[in-house]
């Protein structure tokens, strides 16, 4: 079975525009979740999608949102990107029955 | 949230038995202890999870002291790729934070 698929995998923005990441997750994995990681602030929760509605949320800005589409592949934006932006982040799925999540190789973002 | 705490970084030669421990003082009743590893520039990838007492896999065990407001993280004979960041986290309520984790550094 194929992993949580990630793209792109390296991502180099200038500050002010906008970035869009995708994931896909597991086949039969309905949820995914996002997740920020950056050196000072180690692995940050953006936010979970199950069945195309978010279910939780971290205390991150409006600036960062997210949908999921009916086969469960997940898009991540931000707009307006500031420097403090630039991070890895990473997308993971699992199944509804579990709390385990399978991550996939995440999206360096550099914001320039 | 239960909030987890755990060491900073460890470091340990090939060949030993790693033990990582982690406090979790106000974990739930319904709460799972769970920890994950990471490699440089990948995903964190799923190690073990337990509620109490023992839980082992062909990776790693897992000790849960009565009280679970602790756990330990046994890393059986460790090698060079053992080499990572190792995250404890409770899971409550379909919430999943991650702490600092600790960073192992094993030497030859």
């Known amino acids: 079975k194929a992993g949580v698929t990630q793209t792109p995998r390296y991502l180099i923005k200038t500050r002010g525009q906008q970035v869009t990441l995708s994931c896909s997750p597991i086949?039969?994995?309905?949820?995914v979740s996002w997740y920020q990681q950056t050196p000072g602030q180690g692995l940050q929760f953006l936010f979970e999608y199950f069945s195309e509605t978010q279910r939780n949320k971290g205390n991150f800005p409006g600036r960062f949102s997210g949908r999921q589409f009916s086969n469960s592949r997940s898009e991540m934006n931000v707009s307006t990107l500031e420097l403090g932006d630039s991070a890895l982040y990473l997308c993971?799925?699992?199944?509804?029955?579990?709390?385990?999540?399978?991550f996939g190789p995440g999206t360096r973002l550099t914001v320039l | 949230l239960a909030k987890t705490t755990q060491p900073i970084s460890m470091d340990s030669y090939e060949g030993q038995e790693v033990n990582i421990t982690c406090s979790h003082n106000n974990i739930a009743t319904n709460d799972y202890i769970t920890w994950y590893q990471q490699f440089p520039s990948q995903g964190p990838r799923f190690i073990i999870q337990g509620y109490k007492t023992k839980v082992t896999n062909e990776v790693a065990s897992l000790f849960i002291p009565a009280d679970r407001k602790s756990s330990t993280l046994s890393l059986p004979r460790v090698s060079l790729s053992d080499t990572a960041v190792y995250y404890c986290?409770?899971?409550?309520?379909?919430?999943?934070?991650f702490g600092k984790g600790t960073r192992l550094h094993i030497l030859p």
């Open positions: 993971a799925s699992r199944l509804e029955s579990t709390d385990t999540q399978y």
């Open positions: 986290l409770v899971v409550s309520d379909d919430k999943i934070i």
């Open positions: 086949s039969g994995h309905r949820s």
